[in-house]
């Protein structure tokens, strides 16, 4: 049966609550409710009130409460239900969860899961709609994941849960009920998917594309697009894992393709795309054939609700087709 | 030797039957000694610092010892404490061995964080002391994590959670109250209210009086104690963790009390009046222990220097050995990153070619 990424990812929940008693569901609106966006729903019903607990309103204490959980030898998936909202819990994720391991030189850690909602192209306006992934990819002792499909939604959450650090797991709200990323998943098999490295979602040998995310879809179409248009195959890598980064999959497609566009849905400046951008720069500078094109948001402080504006500043089908233009034709 | 004691708020449920058991003399003796071997550890880390033998910061809390070992002296090893920037003595009394504590100084391989942390900033995994982060507060709501965790295993494990008058103005230092409250949890947060958050004034830090009336708003008991008067600080404490232990959730507890010196080793401390120090001082919590155990006969100065001597060797024996232990490897600076490895990913940076 096909099943939406929203599904996987409950599935994905519902299977390791099944088989691990230590993990336990935190966050806001996640019981009764059963998720602002239904991720959590009927898990309150199958587990009860004390593995899926209703917080009180404070992103902080739903991760720093995770991370003693954790100490203690628990498998907290802390919720956040919007990016937007995480600002409160920023301590706890940077300066307790990536630093205990290294601050009690690996005696104390604290494997916890930080499911986030991200992303824009939904009309939710400057705090519904953010993408402050790159916030987390910058600090060292963070596992910070981005599923694009289906299947990894399931797997990854799964991967995270094992997972012995602080995993960050970024969901794409516009993915949740997308049909394009619908999925046949096989049904009763425990899938964990890989959390170290990229995956190439087209291959190519004219240019590469990499992104994450909801850009994703974008990329794909846009590789389409051109292929039709002007027979360039490009190949198309998923990131899937933000940090830390898989410099190798990105560097070798580079050395074979020698063009790069890096498609991301946060804004420009020292986004994913700069650090990309300058590890391709710095240890493939001779596969170069062309300058690297970035396509991001603008540098403005957040998406605004008018459609209009919201729609200048994501990126699309038409602004990563432009990009590939300029790459090619270079 | 007075026990002022103000029950703020007891809405729990829980009863508190004043039944004040006697303390036995060995604990009286226990906690005086305790105490006094704080006092000394820390004059002689002060000492080290001065002498420049240690690097980095030292946080002392000479001054306030009653209020930890009242605090700490009972707990379990299977108790968490979850200390703040100035509690490095909560390892003392917690158990740890002071060559660990020594190498913790002198940033050695062998300390218990290999080098990592500042010098006052221990933790110790196997006696559950949460390796601090100068972050303030957040050490509460970590805390609060571990007492969930408890409370879900159905052990009968406390958490206890150290903080300083400073910490009450920040959010963290209410949520993790909030959320001890809204779930019961086997917490007991103890606020060393000590007059200054570095050099601001508790009259900057808050309107109220007593920092135990913040209960109120959580919904379980708020306790203001004599901080200096170690008997009536673990009396308190001790109520405290017996309503934890038994499901009766948390506590706050007050204790007022006063940091002799300076906000580390490099502040004078200039912003206070000498007589506040003074005053401060004659209220030493180790003289006062002194005067009531003299009272019962369980106290002599030939005692103390016995006491003062042995630990002076031990310190002396612990500190050869953390500065004679070898410092970490430069290399070591990649190591407890993550789960895995990142040496070679760090080291070995593949570069490409179009011959690649």
New interface residues.
Partial sequence: MSVTYLDAINAALREEMDRDPNV?ILGEDVGVMGGAFGATKGLIERFGA?RVID??L?E??IV???????????R?VAEIQFVDFIT?AM??IT??AA???????????C?LTVRICYGGGTGGGLYHSQTNTTWFAHE??L?VVAPATTSDAKGMLKASIR???PVLYFEHKKLYRLPAVKEDLPKGEDTVADLFHCAIRRPGEDATIVTYGYMLQIALQAAEKVSEESGAKVEVIDLRVLN?LD??TI??S??RT?RLCIVQEDHRTLGIGSEIAATVAE??F??LDAPIVRVAAPDVPAIPAAEVLENFYMPNVEKVVDALHRVLQY | MATKVKEQVANTGSENNHANPLIGNDKLKQMYVTMLQCRLLEERARNLKKQARFKGHYYAAVGQEAVAVGAGIDLRPEDTVAPSHRDFILNWIKGVPLTAMMSQLYGRSTSPDKGRSAPAHSGYASLNIITPASTIAAQLCIGTGIALANQMKKNDNVVVAFSGEGSTSLGFWHEALNFAGVRNLPIVFVCQNNLWAESVSVKLQTKVEDMSLKAIGYGFPGITVDGNDVIAMYRVAQEAIARARSGGGPTLIEAKTYRWYGHSEIDPAKYRAAEELEEWKAKDPIAAMERYLTGKNLFSEDWKQQIASEFQKKLDAAIEVAEKAPPPEPIECLDYVYSFDIRDRELNRTTYSPQF
């Fill in positions: 336990f004390n917080s009180p404070a902080g204490i720093s409460a995770s991370i003693g959980a954790a100490m203690s030898g628990l907290p409160p301590d706890a300066q307790q630093r205990l391991r290294y601050r009690s030189g690996g005696s104390q850690t494997p060292p002792g596992v997972q012995d650090d830390p410099h190798e560097l070798e580079v050395s020698g240890r493939a001779d596969c």
